[in-house]
């Protein structure tokens, strides 16, 4: 890893000696202590706030203390910029000497770096071939992201995908009354609008970006206007009227549609795009027009939005989209095979493999459309019949990496109260008794070990604490544990029976 003169002698100076060595030594300085930046901004931000805005943020070089960082769309660009510049570079000097300032470009759309300046971030892979998803994939959030706007009709929404239809969704016990509220709303063609909003919360890949694609469709057909965003669109859009000073227009093209569909909702950031959000959801509804959302989580965890907006989403029909069970894996699962085979007629998986896939596999809908592409390159590739050998060798990855039960802090909260003989209630309030003391920061310990909330995240979550009464919380009852076999065997008790 090479760096230019500047670099290696405004950073980490004195350490490496002269040439070569000193300079791929600062380099590798540099690239440690942008970990370091990266880590702290995960534990200060949250898993949330990171995952929406930092995880492909990388960086480039530094040269002459600049330190230029690079992100694959121009909306994040202009959102770190906006809201994070500050923080990023603060957090930047404190890890490494030298850093006078950042700039944040969009990789690919960067001017060829000067001879000499050195990039400090791993070399790209090159272009790997990506297996086209099956009918029921949803598209992940990031992926949509890097896409940018991109235009349909007069309404500047998202594409709708065509292969995600109501003919072409799968229908089991733990999706079909999400799938008939979302059929009622989209046959919908008179009078006051039907369940709103309505408003659809799941893991990943169990089906929500299907059926807001599906609405989509059957409004779109029936002539009605209808206007498909991501959260990220959502906010570019806005982002980019205030920039043009188009502001007004942006709204009034909101709030003059049918049928307003939002997805990722839990990415909506910002106190002046909630506010805008929590603006058009109001002018809707009372307009009797229909607003579909989904999220990650019901409306009452979604920290991030201001509160009037969560108590509006909650106002309407929401409806949690269950995990796959085994009879709804096996349907899913044939057809994806069914519909492979359209294009690949000699491709064959036997029944006994299909139900090894189905059982193997329970995360997700995803996952089975990686089973099958990984099932089909093998019979192409080697032209070797599919068998249980081979399909076990081919997802032996999707089993390995499935992922464990996902604890909530309410579900902490209500076990706990249970456990201790109080109430929710008494473990939100500000009462300081003993009996509650306890439970509160057991509570609290749980929540930081089994969730990726951070500490001012969970300090919200129990009443509006400040993250250093979690901290004091979490450090005492890791000194119990050590101290009090009993304590010991009873918290982990709590455990079992929150991932159980």
């Known amino acids: 890893m090479r760096v230019d003169g500047s670099l290696a002698a405004g950073v980490g100076s004195g350490r490496g000696g002269n040439g070569d060595d000193g300079r791929e030594t600062a380099g590798a300085e540099i690239a440690g202590a942008w970990q370091r930046v990266k880590r702290r901004l995960r534990a200060e931000l949250g898993e949330d706030v990171f995952a ?113 239809t109501f003919e072409s969704f799968v229908v089991g016990r733990s999706n079909a009354l999400a799938h008939a509220a979302a059929e009622r709303v989209a046959r ?80 909506i950031q910002g106190r002046s795009i909630q506010a805008e959000f929590g603006h058009t959801l109001n002018a809707l509804i009372d307009a009797g027009r229909q607003v579909v959302v989904a999220a990650d989580r019901p409306p009452t965890e979604l920290e991030a939005l201001d509160e009037r907006v969560r108590s509006r989403l909650a106002g309407g029909l929401v409806v949690e989209i269950g995990t796959l069970d085994e009879a709804l894996r096996a349907s899913i699962l044939q057809s994806r095979l069914e519909a492979v085979r359209a294009s690949h007629p000699a491709f064959e998986v036997g029944p006994a493999v299909a139900e090894y896939v189905a059982k193997a596999i329970t995360a997700n809908g995803r996952d089975l459309e990686g089973a099958v592409n990984r099932l089909l390159a093998h019979a192409t590739l080697t032209g070797a019949p599919v068998t249980l050998d081979t399909a076990e060798t081919a997802i032996r990855d999707l089993v390995k990496n499935r992922e464990p039960k996902r604890v909530k802090i309410e579900d902490i909260q209500k076990l706990v109260a249970s456990r201790y003989n109080v109430s929710r209630s008494d473990i939100l309030s500000e009462r300081r008794t003993a009996a509650v003391v306890k439970p509160r920061q057991i509570a609290m310990y749980l929540s930081k070990v089994l969730t990726l909330r951070s500490l001012p995240e969970i300090g919200r979550r129990f009443g509006g604490r400040d993250h250093t009464t979690v901290l004091h919380a979490v450090r005492k009852i890791e000194k119990a544990i050590g101290e009090d076999t009993a304590l010991c065997d009873e918290v982990e008790l709590l455990k079992r029976m929150l991932q159980d």
């Not at 202009?78 to 603060?90: M, N, P, Q, T």
């Open 188 to 267: 919908h063609d008179g009078g006051p609008a039907l369940y709103n909003p309505l408003y659809f919360h799941a893991g990943v890949g169990l089906g929500k970006t299907h059926l807001l694609h599906g609405i989509g469709h059957a409004v779109k057909n029936a002539g009605r206007r209808v206007i498909y965003l991501t959260a990220d669109r959502f906010m570019y859009g806005f982002v980019n009227a205030l920039k043009t000073q188009s502001a007004l227009a942006f709204k009034e093209k909101l709030r003059a549609i049918d049928v307003l569909i939002l997805d990722d909702v839990q990415f």
């Open 52 to 164: 929406s805005w930092f995880a492909r943020l990388e960086l480039q070089d530094v040269s002459g203390g600049v330190a230029r960082l690079t992100v694959p769309t121009r909306f994040l660009k202009s959102w770190i910029e906006s809201h994070y510049l500050d923080r990023v570079l603060a957090t930047f000097r404190s890890e490494a000497d030298g850093i006078e300032s950042l700039e944040v470009g969009v990789r690919g759309a960067m001017a060829p770096a000067r001879p000499g300046a050195a990039a400090v971030q791993k070399p790209a892979a090159s272009p790997r071939p990506v297996a086209s998803p099956g009918p029921a994939a949803e598209m992940p959030e990031p992926e949509r992201a890097a896409r940018g706007p991109a235009p349909e009709g007069d309404l500047g929404g998202a594409p709708l995908d065509a292969r995600l």
